[in-house]
């Protein structure tokens, strides 16, 4: 399901950030691989207010089962973590989800601590009260 405008659901609105014009927001360079969670930074895109984002992620690595995982900022709970791994060697996997994020627009990422080929992320949109 797409969305074109905003829309209401349980009390939040999902709004649809449309066609970013500058591709991926962030990419390898810009993410820290060490196998630890570090924070993501939404701010700059996402407005205050927001309580979930919905991203969109490729990754490629050149062994199979690197992995990536988020969360919302301080949640421990293994169970609200979002993961995707490499299946197989030097194929790209694509996916969106949704992740909560704290009141400062940030998530939280894990990626291995291998060579990365690829990752890359974009917002595509926000649920917000």
């Not at 014009?21 to 700059?44: H, I």
């Not at 940030?106 to 917000?128: F, H, K, R, S």
Request: charged share 20%.
């Amino acid at each position: 399901m797409f969305f074109n405008k905003a829309v209401s659901a349980g009390g939040s609105q999902y709004v649809d950030r449309g066609d970013p014009d500058t591709g991926w927001d962030f990419a390898l360079g810009d993410l820290t691989t060490d196998d630890t969670w570090n924070d993501l930074d939404l701010s700059s895109i996402v407005p205050a207010g927001a309580v979930a984002v919905n991203l969109a992620i490729q990754i490629n690595d050149d062994i199979s089962d690197s992995s990536i995982h988020f969360r919302k900022n301080g949640n421990i709970n293994a169970d609200t973590i979002i993961s995707s791994r490499t299946q197989v060697a030097s194929i790209i996997l694509e996916k969106s989800f949704i992740v909560g994020c704290d009141t400062d627009r940030i998530v939280e990422y894990n990626a291995n601590a291998v060579t990365w080929v690829t990752i890359n992320i974009m917002v595509l949109g926000w649920w917000i009260n």
